[in-house]
């Protein structure tokens, strides 16, 4: 059982240039999520989706598109990177009462 | 603006004693918590939650206590042990206002032997 997988999981990106982080669940969650991870800053919030065909933004969507088409995948993207998009980021799904299953994270840097 | 605070960066405990986390919030909607933990180069993981209609929930050696009136939760852990040593956040939700987690910036904690 693999639960949430994130690819890739390293990746360096010249300013302007375009990316795609894709998340994979088997565990059938509705739910998910994905975060930005900064030193000192905790967890932020980029998009969600309570389920397949549906997405909206969270605390810091700006810069970043999502999409949902399988139940399965939730895709972020950068459509013109930024250094300040320069972070971990974090895919999670939900079982139900906030109890989230993350990924081990996705490593952008942007220079 | 921060609604989940977690104002202590790093604490430092002795293996077998007691560790003593500390999250507040600001939110007087948030009706769910929960304590994740996160080691280096890993996800982090689910570690205990509580609602707001009780103020004490114990799983093993996790206690998470919760003052409404103080807008304050806290995580003891005992006794402490070295795997225990991880970053761990606090999180809060309002079940009236969507499905996101307010996450706290995280405490690391280092249990030493």
């Known amino acids: 059982n693999a639960g949430v997988t994130q690819t890739p999981k390293f990746r360096v990106l010249k300013t302007g240039q375009s990316m795609t982080l894709l998340c994979a669940q088997d565990?059938?969650?509705?739910?998910m999520y994905w975060y930005r991870q900064d030193p000192g800053m905790g967890l932020r919030l980029i998009h969600y989706s309570v389920g397949e065909g549906t997405t909206a933004k969270g605390e810091v969507p700006d810069g970043y598109n999502v999409s949902r088409l399988k139940k399965q995948n939730f895709l972020l993207g950068l459509e013109s990177a930024a250094p300040s998009q320069t972070s971990v980021y974090f895919c999670?799904?939900?079982?139900?009462?906030?109890?989230?299953?993350f990924g081990e994270g996705s490593r952008l840097t942007v220079l | 603006d921060q609604q989940v605070k977690q104002n202590s960066p790093s604490l430092s405990v002795q293996e077998g004693r007691i560790s003593i986390l500390n999250c507040d919030y600001t939110n007087s909607m948030f009706d769910y918590f929960l304590w994740y933990k996160k080691y280096p180069a890993e996800g982090p993981t689910f570690l205990i939650s509580?609602?707001?209609?009780?103020d004490k929930n114990e799983d093993g050696r996790f206690t998470v206590f919760l003052n409404k009136s103080a807008k304050h939760l806290s995580l003891h852990i005992v006794p402490s042990q070295p795997g225990d040593s991880a970053v761990y956040f606090c999180?809060?939700?309002?079940?009236?206002?969507?499905?996101?987690?307010?996450f706290g910036k995280g405490t690391s904690l280092l249990v030493t032997p």
């Open positions: 509580i609602s707001s209609i009780k």
């Open positions: 999670a799904s939900e079982r139900g009462a906030g109890e989230l299953f």
């Open positions: 565990m059938n969650h509705e739910y």
């Open positions: 999180a809060a939700r309002s079940s009236n206002s969507g499905y996101a987690l307010n």
